[in-house]
């Protein structure tokens, strides 16, 4: 999935080059931090959402309700920030338990 | 065989207004190692073994809320139905499965059901729960605000009906939850 963003050979050649190419911006995008949300939605329980938050991220109880409550309050809460291909492995365990989780770019 | 039952189902939710549902079921472990749904009257029970088929045949909708795209960019929403999505498809089959076998072991006594599984079945019937009440959910439109109320449904048309099924699952799961989360 990620080779979509891998720097295209080109870059290489340019690497001289000081003009701002939106492949390295790319590369640098792929370096920072990236965010996992989760979503509200009406069906799952705050049980059930709090357990899956326990069972994929390792949390604590109190950390996984309070990421739980800001799903159920505010509509979405980031629940995890790091590497992108991390990111989009836990978005997959979260669909795998059916809860709407989205990888976000950072700063989005 | 009997000992060790809870019985969590004394609410009026499912006692009261069907008239059709006048027993509460007991939840139970049996057995070390074993989970028990017993004296199951018969409308939940076939509230049951509907689970593993809720979900057969997809709305647009439903499908849509059963794989979400997992980010606003097009290449990686294209990747993730390529690559990600016939895995999930995968292990939501693999859940409903699991639970339909358990469901044939459901046995008839003196006019109420009864089934027992191993405990370690839970994340398949967790996860075959949740697919039944969101296709439940999605099939009817159901609103939070519809899912959060504290009235029990009338049952006054198939909708009441599928809020009902969807409160019902409600209740397997979270007690399903509970057995896990105090370990």
Redesign the interface.
């Given at each position: 999935?990620n080779e979509?963003h891998a720097i295209s050979p080109c870059v290489s050649a340019m690497a001289g080059m000081t003009t701002e190419l939106p492949e390295i911006r790319e590369e640098e995008a792929l370096d920072l931090p990236w965010n996992v949300v989760v979503h509200?939605?009406?069906?799952?329980?705050m049980?059930?959402v709090t357990?899956v938050f326990r069972k994929v991220f390792g949390y604590a109880?109190d950390r996984a309700v309070k990421h739980m409550l800001e799903v159920h309050r505010k509509g979405r809460s980031i629940v995890w920030t790091g590497p992108r291909e991390r990111a989009?492995f836990y978005?997959?365990q979260l669909?795998?338990?059916?809860l709407?989780?989205?990888?976000?770019?950072p700063g989005k | 065989m009997w000992s060790n039952c809870t019985d969590t189902f004394s609410s009026r939710r499912w006692n009261g207004p069907a008239n059709e549902i006048d027993n509460p079921m007991i939840l139970c472990r049996p057995a070390p190692g074993v989970l028990g749904f017993h004296e199951i009257p018969p409308p939940l029970a076939d509230i049951l073994r509907k689970v593993p088929r809720l979900n057969e045949s997809l709305s647009e909708r439903a499908e849509a809320r059963f794989y979400p795209e997992p980010s606003d960019e097009d290449q990686l929403s294209r990747d993730w139905k390529a690559h990600v999505q016939p895995g999930l498809q995968e292990l939501f089959l693999d859940a409903r499965e699991t639970v339909s076998a358990d469901l044939k072991a459901m046995k008839e006594i003196e006019g109420e059901w009864s089934l027992d599984f191993p405990e370690r079945h839970i994340p398949a019937w967790l996860n075959a729960l949740n697919q039944a009440r969101l296709a439940l959910a999605e099939t009817h439109g159901f609103s939070e605000k519809e899912l959060s109320s504290r009235r029990p449904p009338p049952l006054d048309s198939p909708r009441d009906h599928a809020r009902l099924e969807i409160d019902f699952l409600a209740a397997i799961q979270e007690w399903l939850v509970s057995i896990i989360e105090e370990g």
């Amino acid at each position: 999935m990620n080779e979509v963003h891998a720097i295209s050979p080109c870059v290489s050649a340019m690497a001289g080059m000081t003009t701002e190419l939106p492949e390295i911006r790319e590369e640098e995008a792929l370096d920072l931090p990236w965010n996992v949300v989760v979503h509200n939605d009406p069906v799952n329980l705050m049980s059930y959402v709090t357990h899956v938050f326990r069972k994929v991220f390792g949390y604590a109880k109190d950390r996984a309700v309070k990421h739980m409550l800001e799903v159920h309050r505010k509509g979405r809460s980031i629940v995890w920030t790091g590497p992108r291909e991390r990111a989009e492995f836990y978005v997959e365990q979260l669909h795998g338990h059916l809860l709407l989780a989205t990888v976000e770019r950072p700063g989005k | 065989m009997w000992s060790n039952c809870t019985d969590t189902f004394s609410s009026r939710r499912w006692n009261g207004p069907a008239n059709e549902i006048d027993n509460p079921m007991i939840l139970c472990r049996p057995a070390p190692g074993v989970l028990g749904f017993h004296e199951i009257p018969p409308p939940l029970a076939d509230i049951l073994r509907k689970v593993p088929r809720l979900n057969e045949s997809l709305s647009e909708r439903a499908e849509a809320r059963f794989y979400p795209e997992p980010s606003d960019e097009d290449q990686l929403s294209r990747d993730w139905k390529a690559h990600v999505q016939p895995g999930l498809q995968e292990l939501f089959l693999d859940a409903r499965e699991t639970v339909s076998a358990d469901l044939k072991a459901m046995k008839e006594i003196e006019g109420e059901w009864s089934l027992d599984f191993p405990e370690r079945h839970i994340p398949a019937w967790l996860n075959a729960l949740n697919q039944a009440r969101l296709a439940l959910a999605e099939t009817h439109g159901f609103s939070e605000k519809e899912l959060s109320s504290r009235r029990p449904p009338p049952l006054d048309s198939p909708r009441d009906h599928a809020r009902l099924e969807i409160d019902f699952l409600a209740a397997i799961q979270e007690w399903l939850v509970s057995i896990i989360e105090e370990g």
